[in-house]
T-cell receptor
Framework: AQSVTQLDSQVPVFEEAPVELRCNYSSSVSVYLFWYVQYPNQGLQLLLKYLSGSTLVESINGFEAEFNKSQTSFHLRKPSVHISDTAEYFC???????????FGGGTRVLVKP | GAVVSQHPSWVICKSGTSVKIECRSLDFQATTMFWYRQFPKQSLMLMATSNEGSKATYEQGVEKDKFLINHASLTLSTLTVTSAHPEDSSFYICSGSAGGSYNEQFFGPGTRLTVL
């Protein structure tokens, strides 16, 4: 079975400051890794994913995440946040042979002006 | 990306009644649909996985007789909460997958259920 741990349940950050959301996973088999964003009272939107290849993946809105196999981590970063980045962020994994997603507990990012 | 809709977006019902939530894939054929439950300020918990034309596979601890899932077509799945009680109040989110290289799931906007 897989598990995902998001170490920070809440991250307050000032506008234009950098932010890092930590995600560690546990799995005995190879996995795909995902970050999703959820705005209030909405469903999830895929932010970025790691399937294979380059360990650094980027999204169109300035987020990036790096897959670190030795540390079983997939931390999410943004060098300069905006007010509109206020949301809940979920890290998730799925095994390569399956189709189920296992989610972490989520990290609530609150961007302050 | 692919679009998934849910209806209704929110519903309030009396204890003991049944509520049906629809999940539709609007521009793709969802061979597999997933139903999740999310409590306030918590993560998503997978309730069940359904493949079109087959019985749903429920996760451990989820009552299949209480949460009835139907996936009658490649674009529609329904979740019926039978004899709802206040503890069933939650945010229910569905997702659809067309398969593919990594079985990407596309999520609906969610349905907030409040049982009085």
């Amino acid at each position: 079975a897989q598990s995902v741990t998001q170490l920070d349940s809440q991250v307050p950050v000032f506008e234009e400051a950098p932010v890092e959301l930590r995600c560690n996973y546990s799995s005995s088999v190879s996995v795909y890794l995902f970050w999703y964003v959820q705005y209030p009272n909405q469903g999830l939107q895929l932010l970025l994913k790691y399937l294979s290849g380059s360990t650094l993946v980027e999204s169109i809105n300035g987020f990036e995440a790096e897959f670190n196999k030795s540390q079983t981590s997939f931390h999410l970063r943004k060098p300069s946040v905006h007010i509109s980045d206020t949301a809940e962020y979920f890290c998730a994994v799925s095994v390569r042979s399956g189709n189920k997603l296992t989610f972490g507990g989520g990290t609530r990012v609150l961007v302050k002006p | 990306g692919a679009v998934v809709s849910q209806h209704p977006s929110w519903v309030i019902c009396k204890s003991g009644t049944s509520v049906k939530i629809e999940c539709r894939s609007l521009d793709f054929q969802a061979t597999t649909m997933f139903w999740y439950r999310q409590f306030p300020k918590q993560s998503l918990m997978l309730m069940a996985t359904s493949n079109e034309g087959s019985k749903a596979t429920y996760e451990q601890g989820v009552e299949k007789d209480k949460f009835l899932i139907n996936h009658a077509s490649l674009t529609l799945s329904t979740l019926t909460v039978t004899s709802a009680h206040p503890e069933d109040s939650s945010f229910y989110i569905c997702s659809g997958s067309a398969g593919g290289s990594y079985n990407e799931q596309f999520f609906g906007p969610g349905t907030r259920l409040t049982v009085l």
